[in-house]
């Protein structure tokens, strides 16, 4: 038995004039039952270079007639380039195309652009490594993407690490620039609602070659009144008080909430409760040696009980184990450089909410990954 897989184009043209053919011969036995991987992997990349190759050819073909004028612009040459992607990488001829010369500007030549592309990556590479490296070791990742998918020398152990870290870098930048105290990134905005931010920290072990020593992260959760949560992690000696209030605040911000009224669970350590009080000196703490030392200002668990309000600090130890233990223990003899490390936590946090894709689809409009929309870590 034979198949012919053919691609054909709303003329009803068929270019090439066959994808692939895939034969069974002899009496059906449970190995020839269907597609395999290899031939799938075939099939794919197969497929994705010839609509890849046709959408350059029919955009470069478009790009050729100016805009304002209409005169079919001048091709200098053509340049070779590679279109990365999850169904492997696809060997393009780009065209350098002169401008027309009649918007007044000398009419160089330039390479044909692909907006929305950064150094002609698919957006679903970039998502699905960055979602898997902050989910598993990177040499993991590779080596799963690898065996699914055809996505050849795409996948380097190296590469899947600094597309995780460049996503990571994006996310610090927009954080950077966010400014948080009036005007939360959500429309939304409640005033009124409590909310609850947990925090703890871990050690995970410092890679340098002087330090057997461990470093300290810190880790947390922002809950909201309708049980949505963000998390966050950083390394602590990173940060100074500022950045990290301004993190804490932006993570509130982007559950629509503000930091008016909330009550911040931690699990009594000094340098937490020093933390928490130079960050957010406001809130209501549960702290427990505050708690002793401070009756006064107890919080009525009672009132709050029976208010319906969080009483339970599970949600730290789930932060915990799903930021760090997960990803980064020491049970997985890993070794962190610091800055790699609060790197990652920028994903990984993002990953354990499900919002990775939902940066992607802010980055690029149109971007759509629903294999990753609501996966989580
Ligand atoms: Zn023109």
Request: hydrophobic letters at 40%; proline letters at 3%.
């Amino acid at each position: 038995m034979k198949f012919t897989i053919l691609l054909k184009k709303e003329d009803d043209t068929t270019v090439p004039p066959m994808v692939t053919q895939i034969e069974r011969a002899g009496s059906l036995q449970a190995s020839a039952l269907g597609l395999t991987l290899s031939e799938s992997k075939h099939l794919l990349s197969r497929i994705q270079q010839e609509i890849v190759q046709s959408q350059i050819r029919h955009h470069a073909e478009a790009q050729r007639i100016c805009r304002q004028c209409g005169t079919r612009r001048m091709l200098k040459d053509y340049r070779p380039a590679f279109f990365k992607s999850l169904f492997g990488s696809v060997k393009l001829t780009i065209p350098r195309l002169f401008g027309c010369g009649c918007d007044g500007v000398a009419p160089g030549a330039r390479t044909l652009r692909l907006d929305g592309t950064v150094n002609r990556v698919a957006l679903e590479l970039e998502c699905i490594q960055s979602h898997l490296a902050a989910t598993v070791p990177y040499a993991s990742a590779s080596k799963l993407l690898g065996l699914l998918l055809p996505v050849d020398a795409n996948n380097a152990v190296s590469t899947v690490r600094r597309r995780a870290l460049a996503v990571a870098r994006r996310l610090e930048m927009e954080l950077n620039q966010a400014t948080v105290e009036d005007k939360p990134s959500s429309t939304h905005v409640d005033n009124c609602a409590t909310i609850s931010i947990g925090l703890d920290s871990g050690f995970i072990r410092d890679c340098s070659p002087q330090s057997n020593r461990s470093f300290e992260v810190i880790v947390g959760r922002v809950l909201g009144p309708n049980a949505g949560s963000r998390s966050l992690g950083f390394v602590r000696t990173l940060e100074n008080d500022e950045r990290v209030r301004h993190r804490l605040r932006h993570r509130v911000a982007q559950q629509g909430l503000t930091t008016e009224r909330m009550t911040v669970f931690t699990d009594g350590d000094a340098g937490l409760r020093c933390l928490q009080l130079a960050v957010l000196p406001n809130a209501s703490q549960k702290l427990l040696e505050y708690l002793k030392n401070n009756a006064d200002s107890l919080v009525d668990y009672g009132k709050r009980y029976r208010a319906g309000q969080r009483i339970s600090t599970s949600f730290i130890d789930s932060a915990v184990n799903q930021l760090i233990d997960k990803r980064m223990s020491k049970s997985q003899q890993m070794r962190w450089s610091r800055y790699g490390a609060h790197l990652l936590f920028q994903v990984r946090a993002d990953v354990v909410d499900g919002r990775l894709a939902d940066n992607f689809r802010r980055w690029y409009p149109g971007f759509d990954s629903g294999a990753v929309a609501s996966s989580t870590a």
